[in-house]
């Protein structure tokens, strides 16, 4: 499976932006669907965003503030986070998979980075 390493989580005040990476150890990164999932305290891992080569989906709490992208060259995904509220405090995963229907349940995950907007 491949391998995930998220970055770029941080404290940050409500309205603020962060920009978080994940870097896949795979050469054959392009070939694979890509996406973000977040868990806050308490709660259930959720869907934020997903990304395959040719289509991407955003959770409805997130559309029009996040913009996930993905740098085949540099096997690196990325999830531009702006206009960020608290309930978007969570820790951000990354995920991948064949296809953005199955990589939840089948893809590799990375660890995780805490991501917390303080009101």
């Known amino acids: 499976q491949v391998q995930l390493v998220e970055s770029g989580g941080g404290l940050v005040q409500a309205g603020g932006s962060l920009r978080l990476s994940c870097a896949a150890s795979?050469?054959?990164?392009?070939?694979?669907?890509m996406g973000w999932f977040r868990q806050a305290p308490g709660k259930e891992r959720e869907f934020v965003a997903a990304?395959?080569?040719?289509?991407?989906v955003y959770a409805d709490a997130v559309k029009g503030r996040f913009t996930i992208s993905r740098d085949n060259a540099k096997n690196t995904m990325y999830l531009h986070m702006n206009s960020l509220k608290p309930e978007d405090t969570a820790v951000y995963y990354c995920?991948?998979?064949?296809?953005?229907?199955?990589?939840?349940?089948?893809?590799?995950w990375g660890q995780g980075t805490q991501v917390t907007v303080s009101s």
């Open positions: 995920a991948a998979g064949s296809n953005i229907a199955t990589m939840a349940s089948s893809g590799s």
């Open positions: 795979e050469r054959a990164f392009s070939s694979y669907a």
């Open positions: 990304i395959s080569w040719s289509t991407t």
